[in-house]
C-alpha cells in the first residue's frame, strides 16, 4: 500500500529518500511527504499527487540532510491532500510515517484530545506522532515513549519515526506490514521494501512482527515484542534485477507483458526435468507431505485469484482431487473444510496482500497441516508464513495490473499439477504430455506477442464503449475475468466476465449495438456450445471479437477473430489472457489513462 523509506547517513540523504520514493510509488500514489534534517532543523514538504509533484516543492538550494524519513500514500483514512500526506507530526517534534490501519485510532484519539491534544489531520496516523509525544512530555525519553506507544496500538503498521530532539536516531516498527532494514557501510535505511533501497545496498534484515529497530548511522539494533534482542540475519541480495528502467518500452506494463517469455522460461528453469518435474522443487518433505492429499484450498485475491481458479480446473481433471478457491478476503467468513489431508496453497505476486496472509495465519490456526505459496517475492510475509515456497522468479512487477506474474503463476501452478501427478502416481504418459508443452509455452507466448497490430484495432472497438462483456467456459472462463479486471483496471471501462451460458440467465439483456463482446473460444469439447452463445449475442447486434487457437470458421463476426497458437487445451488459457491484455493496454492509451498507476489503486495492498 503505502511506501516508506528513511535514512541516515554521513552523506545527503535527501535523493536517496526520493529515490527510494518513486521506486516505491507503485504501492500508492495520492500524496507524499518527506521530514529531513538540516542541524537541528527539520523540514517537512508534503504534496499532494505523485513524487515528481513533491520533488518540485522542494527547496532549489543546496540541502546536505544527514537523518530523514518519507511516504507515498495510498489513502485509507482521510481523502489525499497535503494535510493527510505523510509525514504526521506532534509540535513539529515527532515525525512519523505509517503504512497499515490503527485499527484503535479512535479510542486513541479521544484519549489524546482529552489531554488537550489537537489534531491537524484525518488520518489514523496521527495518534502515533501525538502518543510518543505526550510521553515524552510526561518524562520519558524517545526510545521508551516510542515502545510505549507502541504498546498501545492495535491493527497493522509499519512504521518509520524520527524525533527533532534526537538527531541520531530513526525508529522502525513492523506488525503485519512489511518493513526492511538495509545496511551500508556507517549507514543504515528503512524502507518498505528492497526495490527502495536497492541503489544504495544489497544487504538486508528483514523485520517481523512486533519488532523494533533502533536505527543509527552505525548500527541497527531490533528487539522484539518481549524486549529481547532479535534474531535477525543480514541477506545479502542481487538488487540488479531491481531497477526501474523502462528499458525502451513506454510503459513498466507493456515491458512486463513482453517479458513473459522469458519470465515463463524462468519460472521453469532446473525444475522441469525431460518428462516431468524435478523432485524437491517445492523445498525438501513437500512430496512426501502431500502425498495423501485428498483437499487443495486455494486462497488469493485479483489476478492471483484468477490463477487459483485455473488450477481448480487442473485438479480436478488431472488429480481427481477437490479443490476450492477463495478470495483473501473472504475465505474466513466460510467454515473451512477441516480435514487433515489438505494442502493450503497460497498465491500472490507481492506475498504481502493482507487478505492473502491473514487467511494463511487463520489456516495455520486451524490446523491445516500442509502449507505451500506461489510467490514472486522471496522473503516476503507469505514466503516466511508458509511451509513451502514455489518463487515464480517473474522478476520484479511494477505496473499495477499484474500480468507477468499471472501467467508464471500458472506456468508453477502447472508444475504443482505434474509433481502431485507423479506424487499420485498418474500415468507417466500424461506427465510427459503436459511437461513437453509446458517447455513449448514461451514460444507461443513469443509469438502471440506479435500480432500488435489487430490488438490495436481491437482497440479501437473498445475505447470509445463504457462497458464490455468478456465470455468463456470451463478453463476459460478464469481467464474471461482476468480480460475483464485488465481492461477495468487501466481503462475505467466497466468490464464484466460471464460464464458464456449463464448469458441467457440476464446479461444478454445488455446487449445491444453498443455493447463489445469478447468471447474465448476453445478448441474442446465446449465449441458448439459456445458458438450458439456467440450467435445469440450476434442476432442482437452485439459485437463480437472472438480469441482462439482454431482458425476462422463460423464463430466469426464483425468483430473479428483473433487466432492464437494451439497446445494442449489445459495450457492454452495462457496464451489467450495475452491477447487481452494487451487489448486492454492499447485501449488505455487511447484513453490517455495512467497504465502503470490507474487511479485508486495500489500495487501491493497491505491493509484488509
Ligand atoms: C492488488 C493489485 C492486483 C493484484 C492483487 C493481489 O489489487 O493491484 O494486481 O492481483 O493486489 O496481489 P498479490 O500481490 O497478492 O498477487
Same mark, same amino acid.
Given at each position: 500500500m503505502c511506501g516508506i523509506v528513511g535514512g541516515i547517513s554521513d552523506r545527503n540523504v535527501l535523493p536517496i529518500l526520493i529515490e527510494g520514493l518513486k521506486r516505491l510509488e507503485y504501492r500508492g500514489y495520492d500524496s507524499a511527504g518527506v521530514a529531513f534534517r538540516e542541524n537541528s532543523k527539520i523540514s517537512l514538504i508534503k504534496a499532494k499527487g505523485r513524487v515528481l509533484d513533491l520533488e518540485n516543492k522542494l527547496p532549489e538550494k543546496k540541502i546536505k540532510s544527514n537523518q530523514g524519513i518519507a511516504h507515498t500514500r495510498w489513502a485509507t483514512h482521510g481523502v489525499p491532500s497535503e494535510k493527510n500526506a505523510h509525514p504526521q507530526i506532534s509540535e513539529n517534534k515527532i515525525f512519523v510515517v505509517h503504512n497499515g490501519i490503527i485499527e484503535n485510532h479512535m479510542n486513541l484519539k479521544e484519549k489524546l484530545q482529552s489531554e488537550g491534544v489537537k489534531f491537524r489531520s484525518d488520518t489514523d496516523t496521527e495518534v502515533v506522532a501525538h502518543l510518543i509525544n505526550l510521553h515524552m512530555q510526561k518524562g520519558m525519553d524517545f526510545d521508551s515513549a516510542t515502545l510505549k506507544a507502541i504498546s498501545q496500538l492495535k491493527g497493522a503498521y509499519a512504521l518509520a519515526i524520527i524525533d527533532k530532539d534526537n538527531p541520531d536516531l530513526i525508529i522502525g516498527a513492523r506488525n503485519q506490514s512489511p518493513l526492511v532494514i538495509g545496511e551500508g557501510y556507517d549507514e543504515n535505511f528503512v524502507a518498505s521494501d528492497i526495490m527502495a533501497l536497492a541503489p544504495v545496498t544489497n544487504k538486508f534484515k528483514f523485520m517481523e512482527d512486533g519488532q523494533v529497530a533502533f536505527i543509527t548511522k552505525e548500527k541497527n539494533h531490533v528487539i522484539t515484542s518481549n524486549g529481547n534482542a532479535a534474531k535477525l540475519k543480514t541477506q545479502e541480495i542481487d538488487s540488479n534485477s531491481y531497477?526501474?528502467?523502462?528499458?525502451?518500452?513506454?510503459?513498466?506494463?507493456?515491458?512486463e507483458i513482453f517479458e513473459q517469455p522469458d519470465a515463463i522460461s524462468k519460472s521453469i528453469e532446473g525444475r522441469l526435468g525431460k518428462n516431468e518435474t524435478q523432485e524437491g522443487i517445492f523445498g525438501s518433505g513437500?512430496?512426501?507431505a502431500v502425498k495423501d492429499v485428498?483437499?487443495?484450498?486455494? #486462497?488469493?485475491?485479483?489476478?492471483?485469484?484468477?490463477s487459483g481458479r485455473i488450477f481448480e480446473y487442473w485438479s480436478h481433471k488431472f488429480l481427481g482431487i477437490n479443490c476450492r478457491v477463495d478470495y483473501g478476503s473472504e475465505y474466513q467468513y466460510q467454515e473451512p473444510i477441516k480435514t487433515k489431508k489438505t494442502l493450503l496453497v497460497t498465491i500472490s505476486q507481492s506475498g504481502e496482500t493482507a487478505d492473502t496472509l491473514s487467511s494463511l495465519k487463520f489456516a495455520k490456526k486451524t490446523g491445516l497441516p500442509v502449507t505451500l505459496t506461489i510467490c514472486n517475492v522471496a522473503n516476503s510475509s507469505l514466503c516466511r508464513e508458509s511451509d513451502y515456497t514455489l518463487l515464480t522468479n517473474a522478476g520484479p512487477e511494477i505496473g499495477v495490473a499484474s500480468t507477468k506474474a499471472f501467467v508464471t503463476q500458472l506456468a508453477c501452478l502447472n508444475l504443482l499439477l505434474l509433481t502431485l501427478m507423479r506424487v499420485h502416481n498418474q500415468t507417466p504418459n500424461a506427465r510427459k504430455k503436459i511437461t513437453d508443452a509446458l517447455r513449448d509455452l514461451p514460444k507461443h507466448i513469443d509469438k502471440t506477442l506479435k500480432?500488435?497490430? #489487430?490488438?490495436?484495432?481491437?482497440a479501437k472497438l473498445l475505447f470509445k464503449r463504457s462497458s464490455a462483456l468478456f465470455l468463456g467456459r470451463g478453463l476459460y472462463f478464469p481467464i474471461a475475468r482476468e480480460g475483464a479486471l485488465k481492461l477495468k483496471e487501466i481503462s475505467y471501462i466497466h468490464a464484466e466476465a460471464y460464464p458464456?451460458?449463464?448469458?441467457k440467465h440476464g446479461p444478454l439483456a445488455l446487449i445491444d449495438r453498443d455493447m463489445p463482446v469478447i468471447a474465448l473460444v476453445p478448441d474442446n469439447e465446449h465449441l458448439d456450445k459456445i458458438q450458439s452463445n456467440i450467435q445469440e449475442v450476434a442476432a442482437r447486434k452485439g459485437k463480437v471479437v472472438t480469441i482462439g487457437p482454431l482458425g476462422k470458421t463460423k464463430i466469426t463476426k464483425d468483430g473479428g477473430h483473433i487466432k492464437i497458437p494451439k497446445t494442449l487445451d489445459l495450457l492454452n488459457p495462457i496464451i489467450s489472457v495475452v491477447p487481452m491484455q494487451l487489448i486492454s493496454y492499447y485501449t488505455a492509451l487511447l484513453k490517455g489513462t495512467d497504465v502503470d498507476k490507474p487511479r485508486n489503486l495500489a500495487k501491493s495492498v497491505t491493509v484488509e
Open positions: 531497477t526501474n528502467d523502462l528499458g525502451g518500452f513506454n510503459h513498466f506494463m507493456e515491458k513437500f512430496e512426501e485428498t483437499n487443495i484450498q486455494i #486462497v488469493a485475491c485479483g489476478t492471483s485469484y484468477h500480432m500488435t497490430d #489487430v490488438y490495436k484495432s481491437t458464456a451460458g449463464e448469458l
